[in-house]
Nanobody
Framework: VQLQASGGGLVQPGGSLRLSCAAS????????MGWYRQAPGKQRELVAS???????NYADSVKGRFTISTDNAKKTVYLQMNNLKPEDTAVYYC?????????????????WGQGTQVTVSS
């Protein structure tokens, strides 16, 4: 199972970015998917998550500004980030709880994508 994240970059305060994370591999089930971030000198923290049933959860610091969504057909999770602030600067990582085939055996894994840098600065 691989997760490929994209969409990071440099944006001015108040601007917007959309992150994408596509899952690939012998996947038979996509469960909770989420975005985490890690700023320099800080621990990785949950930004937003979405269950297979569509229930979303957001960190207090991003509520009302960020929106997480999925496209199950594309096995992709998105994070729309609006009204970005300098404190949103971090490396953003996607995570997915997936069911996958190992040969003919069904297994479960919590997989991580590579990080994508988001920098909010004027």
């Amino acid at each position: 199972v691989q997760l490929q994240a994209s969409g990071g970059g440099l944006v001015q305060p108040g601007g917007s970015l959309r992150l994408s994370c596509a899952a690939s591999g012998s996947i038979w089930s996509l469960n909770t998917m989420g975005w985490y971030r890690q700023a320099p000198g800080k621990q990785r923290e949950l930004v937003a998550s979405i269950s297979s049933g569509g229930t979303t959860n957001y960190a207090d610091s991003v509520k009302g500004r960020f929106t997480i969504s999925t496209d199950n057909a594309k096995k992709t999770v998105y994070l729309q980030m609006n009204n970005l602030k300098p404190e949103d600067t971090a490396v953003y990582y996607c995570n997915a709880d997936v069911g996958y085939y190992s040969g003919f055996i069904r297994k479960f894994s919590s997989s991580w994508g590579q990080g994508t840098q988001v920098t909010v600065s004027s």
